[in-house]
């Protein structure tokens, strides 16, 4: 069936936004004037803490010295601006053919969607990041936050997203970067190309259409050849 659509995961998908949030939290730890800087190796393993502030208690733990809970709560918020504040200043990149496959895809007349359960600020932040507009003017349906209940691994996300474009999932191709995203848009029904991302490139990805290193090399005819 004709490709109408093509739906895109944010986080490590259109943008590597963990090396964001490491280099805010980098930064904020230098601010406090701490002996803390965690590598991509170090950051790779504090992902498996959900939470910014749970994440800094594992470290804390980890090293045996650090803030007490209530600095830690303050040094989050602070965090949380200089993430904000790398992304007002331009200071993160889409990935290798994001920009020019959505530009590809808009001039063709398909329908552009993002399904993610980052925060609708968080996507916001980022279009204004990496096209200077707001998503709702790249984007024809923004799928993102607390809009469904059951978050990715489960397909809720992307029916939403499906449903909005009024389109069956035959119709659609999905962008991932992670196991738990691929099997999300796979349970919709979805086709997808799986883009590993830095911090998920270990991940199982065998039940992807195509697994590719970034979509450099990925045109919009390959897009229509895979649907
Ligand atoms: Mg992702």
Redesign the pocket.
Known sequence: MALKALIF?????LAETEEAHRQAFNATFAAHGLDWHWNQQDYARLLKVTGGKERMAAHRAAVGHGPDDATIAAMHKEKTAAYGDILARGGLQARPGVLRLIEEARAAGLLLAIA?TTSPGNVEALAACLWGKPAGQVFDVIAAGDVVKAKKPAPDIYLFALEHLALPAAQALAF???WN?LHSAKGAGLKVVATP?VY?AGEDFAAAHRVLPDLGCFRLVDALALA
């Open positions: 995961d944010v986080d490590g998908t993610t991932e970067d992670t995203g991302s998920s």
